[in-house]
């Protein structure tokens, strides 16, 4: 019986497997006519010295770890500009973005009823003034002699009652008149010497003349009518408000014609020299932060600018919204191109609890998800796997039970001991092709 013709995949094989023998028969031949001289050569050569390595000691060290946060720039000073009297707004000089100083007049009022009460006042003084005078200066010798005068008059107008009093008396005694006529005498008489004791009472005081009670008494009521005067003329001043203290418009409440009471807002105005950035603490650092740790600030609004700064306060608060800590910063001399309201970033580094050692990056090697570092001990490199805490850099922070103070750690020419060793590639390779040809 005839025999059947190989089949394609055994005749691609088998000339597969025919070109790998050739091939491995033409490396045989070519290393058996070598000669002798160039085949010993390799062994015959001088070993490679050791490569040098350079380590340092072992120290610890504080590790920190950077956290992003996000916040925003407002103003340290915020201050709104009021009125300090009633009145009509006549004239406004500022607006949004105007720079004012202290002194400097914001806007003016109607001043005509302010005036109205200066003259008033000015008039109650006057008064109250001479009135003053008159007191400290006493009684003058013509009132003295008026009195007197007054004294006689009534002395006399008494007299003359008491005898009318005793003709009628004696009449009704007689029955020329009725009892009606004495009793309407005798209450002249009596009235007539009411009189006459005031008179004496006048007289008797114009010549003692004003006592020390009085005196100060009319002296305190020229005091306040000079406070008076004072308040007055101070209203009018204020229907001309000026600002307190410098700083930048940021907005303007009234217009000429509005009528304005006595602490109604004018303008609000913020301090552009001294910021402050209020930054958002993640909730799982919320009390973990520190008055003065250092920070680093960046603006998307100013690309060229940064600006290491340490945290000023903290606020003891969460956001009910966001669950997070405010803390803030504040900028001495921020740029002029920083305004309130913009976003700003920041670095903030915070220590870690756990002890550790800090390295130069060049000492770590890695091999897929271990952090290895190469230690030296009688003369000999040895391989240990660290913990790394915390990335700062340039340098690293990391932690293993067995490290210590002092010990020698390689940095530098340990390059040789961070990968295996080459030798028996060409073998595996072999083996891979011979198991592709098995698999065809």
Known sequence: MPTPPPSPRSQKRWWLLLMLLVGAGGVGLGRGLTPASQATAPAAAKPQPPRPIETIALTSGTATRST??????????????????SGVVQQVLVQPGDRITPGMVVAI???????????????????????????????RQEIIAQRQAEVRAAQAREQEAQD?????RSLVNTGALSRRELVEAESRTNAVRGERMQAQAELAEATAGP???????????VAAAESALNQAELAVQRTRIRAV???????????????????????????????????????????????GMPVEL?????????????????VPSADTASRRQRVRVRLSNPPAN????MAVQAQLQLPSNTPSFVVPRDTLTRRENRWLVFTIADGKARQ?????????????????PQLRQGQAIVVRGGDGMNYPAASGRGIRIKREIIAHLDAI
């Not at 006592?211 to 009521?221: H, K, M, P, Y």
């Not at 960046?298 to 903290?314: F, K, S, V, Y």
Request: net charge negative; glycine share 6%; charged share 25%.
């Open 68 to 85: 992003s946060m996000l916040g925003q720039v407002e103003a340290s000073e915020s201050a709104t500009v009021r009125t300090r009297t």
């Open 109 to 139: 009022l109607d001043d005509t009823d302010q005036r109205l009460a200066v003259a008033e006042a000015r008039a109650r003084l006057a008064q109250a003034r001479s009135e003053l005078a008159r007191l400290e200066v006493g009684t």
């Open 164 to 168: 009318n009093s005793e003709r009628t």
């Open 211 to 221: 006592t020390r009670e009085e005196i100060d008494a009319q002296r305190a009521n």
């Open 245 to 291: 203290s410098s700083g930048v418009i940021q907005t303007r409440q009234v217009s000429s014609g509005d009528l304005v009471e006595s602490g109604d807002e004018i303008a609000t105005k913020v301090n552009g020299s001294q910021l402050d950035v209020f930054l958002e603490v993640p909730e799982s650092l919320s009390g973990s932060v520190r008055a």
């Open 298 to 314: 960046t603006a998307r609004a100013l690309p060229n600018w940064r600006d290491r700064a340490t945290l000023t306060g903290i």
């Open 338 to 341: 920083l305004l309130p309201g």
């Open 384 to 400: 240990l796997e660290v913990e790394l805490v915390a990335d700062m850099g340039e340098k690293m922070a990391i932690a293993n």
